[in-house]
């Protein structure tokens, strides 16, 4: 198994650094235009880390879990970590390009320091880890000859076709930063209990064990996605090495005491009836297209690979691989939160324990002559081909940009922000990308349903009252303790002239009104 190269672990991790460095670089803008991006899927999401990141920054310690900034009928319950961080870095005084950007870079750089541990740990040379690290971070299916025959701009995003599992560099860790700031705790948790599994027990081991428990929690607070992937990894080895049983129940004890308190004190009153729920090929179904076809289009000829490596290796010994197996399962069975795209973040780890298999069969041709080089070389192409056209497309020159944020949409924020308290609940009819919370740090009574929903929250009643608020019930207004409400005129509503009447405009550009509701 051994692909020699000098020195290759010091060089993946320089390669890959630099490589995440030019791409946060390029991928996150704040200048005189606004606050740009060149990715979508970051310009969708990362509207809420700004959101949490500015409440850090601004409101008092007592106030950061008081209030949902998102929805007022809830309270705030999110795994926080990633936008911590941000949030001190941007109170020092750093620059919110800097302060977004570094924490980012940072969590790259120990993803490829996890990811080598990882490979390293499961017993592959570092040549190996290359392709592995290679396999992981480009993942994509057949999507790039949509691409090269111009279907699509992109080849790892094309509904029509049915291919929606995206490269994890550009669907995940990009725009995901709880995932990507959780992704070397999870990867160190992993490696760790492997590392245990395959040594006799001591009280190392136990030793171990009680520290990961500890690590359970912090991955709690950072991404509960990959906490849960953790879960059923622990599971799957609990089963395989059972008569260790005494360092599986140190885990246990461990990890239920920490994250038990981090539960109780944080997410208690979170509401999980809409998650967990059998949902077969429930993915599938959203894509709208066949089984076959999805996953013929989406894995492209990983999982044959897969396939060949479970009947022609001894790969179904590695319990990270049956592991892999495991989770790829239950993310087609079970949909784990309210929107089924989530269970992708399930996917991209059971993706990387499965290329263990990958990587042993290709490992194997590899070693039967110069023909199976050329042939494993193709075969890696062909592997990563979609994820590199999709990566450079974010990071090449003069690459497109999406606003989230304008200029102008800046200004009205610092404006607005000077004539309100952090603690004034603002109606809107603004769409995602909504200044008041993101830039103002001023909480909204409903943001975007999409979000919302797929937090598990109950969305309807707040709908509802916001409505009745829109359509003229001052009362509600009043007893909602509504301070401003912001319209956008771009987006349909149907205010009725006579609550505009009872309103004070205080604020207003081309596109937004801001309005007061006056205290008597």
């Known amino acids: 198994m051994k692909l020699r190269s000098v020195n290759v672990t010091i060089i993946l991790l320089i390669v890959w650094s630099i490589f995440f460095v030019f791409l946060w670089q390029t991928v996150f803008i704040v200048d005189e235009q606004g606050i740009r991006t060149t ?11 700004l959101t949490f990141t500015h409440i850090f920054a601004e409101w008092p310690v007592n106030d950061w879990f008081h209030t949902n ?16 961080v941000s949030g001190l870095l941007l109170k020092t005084g750093m620059s919110l390009e800097s302060a977004m950007i570094l924490p980012s870079i940072l969590s790259s750089v120990l993803l490829v320091v996890g990811l080598i541990m990882f490979y390293r740990v499961a017993g592959f040379s570092s040549g190996w880890t290359a392709v592995g690290m290679g396999l ?5 299916g057949m999507g790039f000859i949509a691409w090269a025959l111009s279907l699509s701009s992109t080849p790892t995003y094309v509904p029509g076709l049915g291919i929606i599992i995206q490269n994890f560099v550009t669907s995940e860790f990009i725009p995901q930063r709880s995932m990507l700031f959780g992704a070397f705790f999870f990867l160190l948790l992993v490696s760790a209990v492997y590392f245990v599994s395959q040594r006799a027990i001591s009280w190392q081991s136990h030793a171990i064990m009680t ?40 885990l246990l004890i461990s990890a ?66 049956l592991a892999g197996i495991v989770l790829f399962f239950l993310g087609y069975v079970i949909r784990f939160q309210p929107w089924i795209w989530d269970n992708t973040k399930i996917l ?11 990587l042993q069969y290709l490992s194997n041709l590899w070693n039967k002559g110069t023909f199976y080089k050329t042939l494993v070389g193709a075969l890696i192409i062909l592997l990563c081909l979609s994820g590199t056209i999709e990566v450079s497309n974010i990071i090449r020159p003069k690459a497109d940009t999406h606003t989230i944020f304008s200029a102008e949409d800046i200004n009205i924020a610092k404006e607005f922000q000077a004539i309100s308290t952090h603690r004034d609940l603002v109606l809107t009819t603004l769409p995602p990308n909504n200044w008041v919370h993101a830039l103002s740090a001023r909480p909204v009574f409903q943001a975007y349903r999409g979000w919302l929903s797929s937090y598990g929250l109950d969305v309807g009643k707040g709908e509802k009252l916001a409505q009745r608020m829109l359509q003229g019930d001052y009362d509600l207004i009043r007893g909602a303790g509504i301070r401003f409400i912001v319209f956008d005129r771009f987006t349909p509503n149907d205010v009725q002239d006579d609550l505009l009447r009872k309103l004070k405009l205080v604020l207003q550009d081309d596109r937004y009104r801001v309005y007061t509701v006056p205290k008597s």
């Open 256 to 321: 239920a005491i920490a994250c038990g308190l981090v539960f109780a004190l944080y997410y208690a009153s979170t509401n999980v009836e809409r998650f967990f729920a059998l949902d077969p090929l429930a993915l599938v179904k959203y894509s709208r297209t066949g089984v076959v076809n999805f996953f013929l289009l989406n894995y492209g000829l990983f999982l044959p690979l897969v396939m060949l490596a479970i009947f022609r290796t001894e790969i179904t010994k590695h319990p990270l691989f």
């Open 211 to 250: 520290l990961a428990g500890i690590g359970a929690a912090v991955l709690m607070l950072s991404h509960m996605h990959s906490l849960l992937t953790f879960v059923m990894i622990c599971a799957v080895f609990a089963v395989i090495y059972w008569r260790a049983w005494r360092v599986w129940l140190t």
């Open 348 to 358: 991209t780890w059971s993706y990387l324990l499965l290329t263990i298999g990958v």
């Open 136 to 140: 992981f971070l480009f993942n994509g």
């Open 69 to 84: 900034p998102l929805y007022a009928l809830e309270t705030f319950r999110y795994p926080f970590l990633a936008n911590l």
């Open 39 to 49: 990715s979508l899927k970051l310009w969708s999401d990362w509207v809420v880390h």
